[in-house]
């Protein structure tokens, strides 16, 4: 069996103090953070507003962790250059957003611009029906809630669907987003992810070092790409 890529947990940017963002940054890598989780919100795609690229170059200009920017976007492929140029390392679209047609051509178009290349599925999203573009990317990261508020409970309806896809691409980044705490981060990487999105759960804790090198410790099951779906 091929082995799962390593657990990684990103802190969530959304739940940092942006009052005090260049010190957050700072903090995430003391902390040992070596990638950080960027959620770009249109106000359209999903019922909230956060930033641009604008932000982003400014995160950029503060630190020299790896930038995971999710777009949460009506029309990503607009942007995917701005955001590149701001300072972004992966640039992660919506499978709802861009749709079975021009899907591939988001995703050239990613590549095209030196980013890494992401997908990501809402909770009710069938990954099947998307598996003939999980080769084509980098990373593939499931909503474990719906997108576009931070705080949320996870959904665990969503593990079959990470199983399914870890049995099916056995070395793929597998990033899970929404409700990542010290509960359910156990389950999902049981199942199969290995990159951790976590908001709240992290910028609460008072240990955020001993929780990265918690999360990052944790053993996924032996036989993880190999769980039957159900």
């Given at each position: 069996?091929?082995a ?6 990103l ?40 930033f ?15 930038l ?20 972004s ?5 919506h499978v ?26 809402n ?12 080769a ?21 309806q ?6 399914a896809?870890?049995a ?28 951790l ?8 804790d ?9 999360a ?15």
């Amino acid at each position: 069996m091929r082995a799962m890529p390593p657990i990684r947990l990103l802190p969530s940017l959304l739940s940092a103090d942006f009052a005090r963002l260049a010190e957050e940054l700072a903090a995430c890598k003391q902390a040992g953070a070596k990638m950080l989780h960027v959620d770009v919100m249109d106000g359209h795609f999903v019922p909230n507003l956060t930033f641009g690229p604008f932000i982003v170059e400014a995160m950029r200009r503060s630190t020299d962790l790896f930038l995971d920017v999710h777009l949460m976007m009506t029309d990503p492929q607009k942007y995917i250059e701005a955001f590149r140029k701001a300072g972004s390392d992966a640039i992660t679209v919506h499978v709802e957003a861009v749709g079975q047609r021009q899907l591939e051509q988001v995703i050239n178009q990613i590549r095209a611009s030196g980013a890494q290349v992401g997908l990501a599925l809402n909770p009710d999203t069938d990954p099947e029906l998307w598996f003939w573009a999980f080769a084509k990317v980098d990373l593939v990261m499931f909503m474990t809630v719906y997108p576009g508020f931070g705080g949320q409970a996870f959904i665990p309806q969503v593990r079959p669907r990470i199983r399914a896809t870890r049995a099916a691409f056995p070395t793929l980044d597998i990033q899970v987003d929404g409700g990542v705490a010290r509960d359910t981060i156990p389950l999902v990487i049981a199942d199969g992810a290995n990159r951790l999105v976590c908001g709240s759960a992290y910028f609460n804790d008072k240990d955020k070092a001993g929780f990265i090198r918690w999360a990052e410790q944790q053993k996924p099951s032996p036989d993880a790409s190999h769980v039957h779906p159900r």
